[in-house]
T-cell receptor
Framework: DSGVTQTPKHLITATGQRVTLRCSPR?????VYWYQQSLDQGLQFLIQ???????AKGNILERFSAQQFPDLHSELNLSSLELGDSALYFC????????????????FGPGTRLTVL | LAKTTQPISMDSYEGQEVNITCSHN???????ITWYQQFPSQGPRFIIQ???TKVTNEVASLFIPADRKSSTLSLPRVSLSDTAVYYC?????????????FGTGTKLQVIP
């Protein structure tokens, strides 16, 4: 158990719909990362938040958005869903201290499996 | 961002030592090298991290040459439960945030 929780575990929805995935980081971790993993593909970094602010952006579609709340939990919103959005969505957290020579182990949650029909 | 290149797949017999090499030619001065293990339908799990030379823990060893343009994860005496995808991650940065790049990973199949 990494200490990172994600809900829901499974989500089945239809094309065109909107869903929200939730992530609670490990206690004390200020950074939250979102990743997408489609079938037979590696982990694609989507976005990172640090203490409520967006810090890094990866391959995140415009239809997707995220935010991190004052209590540090994060939500990933996926809208106008398409069949190709079906994937495992992972959240990870880390301490992400300030400063140079950053060495920041990420702890991954169990993932949310999204199926778009 | 430092791009990583790893072999797509590897096979090994139980009890053998497995070495997986990752190339990261444009690694930055502040970047650390981290390896993660992922089982199907589970989130990746941290294995080991290093900056230079050699690092060893209870699970694996990580060898990093002086130029840091590559790294090798060494798994001693693998068992069937080591069958997984192994990701090399090079990341770091300044200013308190981290840009991360996961490669395609190496699928290790341990054979009885």
């Amino acid at each position: 158990d990494s200490g990172v929780t994600q809900t829901p575990k499974h989500l089945i929805t239809a094309t065109g719909q909107r869903v929200t995935l939730r992530c609670s980081p490990r206690s004390g971790d200020l950074s939250v990362y979102w990743y997408q993993q489609s079938l037979d593909q590696g982990l694609q970094f989507l976005i990172q938040y640090y203490n409520g602010e967006e810090r890094a952006k990866g391959n995140i579609l415009e239809r997707f958005s995220a935010q991190q709340f004052p209590d540090l939990h994060s939500e990933l919103n996926l809208s106008s869903l398409e069949l190709g959005d079906s994937a495992l969505y992972f959240c990870a957290s880390s301490v992400a201290p300030q400063g140079q020579l950053l060495r920041d182990t990420q702890y991954f949650g169990p993932g949310t499996r999204l199926t778009v029909l | 961002l430092a791009k990583t290149t790893q072999p797509i797949s590897m096979d090994s017999y139980e009890g053998q030592e497995v070495n997986i090499t990752c190339s990261h030619n444009n690694i930055a001065t502040n970047d650390y090298i981290t390896w993660y293990q992922q089982f199907p339908s589970q989130g990746p799990r941290f294995i080991i991290q290093g900056y230079k030379t050699k690092v060893t823990n209870e699970v694996a060893s990580l060898f990093i040459p002086a130029d840091r343009k590559s790294s090798t994860l060494s798994l001693p005496r693998v068992s069937l439960s080591d069958t997984a995808v192994y990701y090399c991650l090079v990341g770091g940065g300044s200013g308190g945030y981290q840009k991360v790049t996961f490669g395609t990973g190496t699928k290790l199949q341990v054979i009885p």
